[in-house]
Nanobody, 125 residues
Framework: QVQLVESGGGLVQAGGSLRLSCAAS????????MGWFRQAPGKEREFVAA????????YYADSVKGRFAISRDNAKNTVYLQMNSLNPEDTAVYYC??????????????????WGQGTQVTVSS
């Protein structure tokens, strides 16, 4: 089992920045990748970014490319999401997730095995 705990959400004005953190504990040695997803009210959960745990290869949704950056600290078993130039459309609950296998699409939420509880990000206009 892997436990994921997110932190860093909050309220920010449009154009501002936030950094989310996700600390992993438990059987983390088998992690293939970790990702961030978000879900806005009335919408489906969508992929935001992911990072391959061993090689640090990153992936981004088109909507956040150039504004968000995912990174990890292997020693701390922590993944980060730096979010810049935020706009109201980024308002959502952000979830951290980890996966053990790498055969399917990195952006497919169904391929992730463990999920955090989520952290709210609200961007005011």
């Amino acid at each position: 089992q892997v436990q994921l705990v997110e932190s860093g959400g909050g309220l920010v004005q449009a154009g501002g920045s936030l950094r989310l953190s996700c600390a992993a504990s438990g059987r983390t040695f088998s992690t293939y990748a970790m990702g961030w997803f978000r879900q806005a009210p009335g919408k489906e959960r969508e992929f935001v970014a992911a990072i391959r745990w061993t090689y640090g290869i990153t992936y981004y949704a088109d909507s956040v490319k150039g504004r968000f950056a995912i990174s990890r600290d292997n020693a701390k078993n922590t993944v980060y999401l730096q979010m810049n130039s935020l706009n109201p459309e980024d308002t959502a609950v952000y979830y951290c997730a980890s996966r053990l296998r790498g055969l399917a699409s990195i952006s497919n939420a169904n391929e992730y095995d463990y999920w955090g509880q989520g952290t709210q990000v609200t961007v005011s206009s």
